[in-house]
């Protein structure tokens, strides 16, 4: 199983990034799929989650409006288009897969990718 998360890198504010996040190894279909991020000395916080489907999609208070997250099947491949960058955007992002109905000590993280937020 590989996730592998690219995209990140230092912005300034009121920029754009595109993180993207490729999956192998799993029946990518059949999971729903969330960034989190976290911020040195803060705990690791939900940003955006889209179904297996992609026929819902559910974003934290903070990123509402500025934030996207899609999916596309066909390239096994889950985004988060993030525009109005802010400093406190600033963390390291993470892909996660989660299969509905298993417990979550199954799911499948990436490694991270670094987003500055700074001018």
């Known amino acids: 199983v590989q996730v592998v998360e690219s995209g990140g890198g230092l912005v300034q504010p009121g920029g754009s990034l595109r993180l993207s996040c490729a999956a192998s190894?799993?029946?990518?279909?059949?999971?729903?799929m969330s960034w989190y991020r976290q911020a040195p000395g803060k705990e690791r916080e939900l940003v955006a989650t889209?179904?297996?489907?992609?026929?819902?999609?559910n974003y934290a208070d903070s990123v509402k409006g500025r934030f996207t997250i899609s999916r596309d099947n066909a390239k096994i491949t889950v985004y988060l288009q993030m525009n109005s960058l802010k400093p406190e955007d600033t963390a390291v992002y993470f892909c996660?897969?989660?299969?509905?109905?298993?417990?979550?000590?199954?799911?499948?993280w990436g490694q991270g990718t670094q987003v500055t937020v700074s001018s």
């Open positions: 190894g799993f029946t990518f279909s059949s999971y729903d």
């Open positions: 996660n897969a989660h299969r509905r109905g298993t417990n979550r000590i199954r799911d499948y």
């Open positions: 889209i179904t297996s489907v992609g026929d819902s999609t």
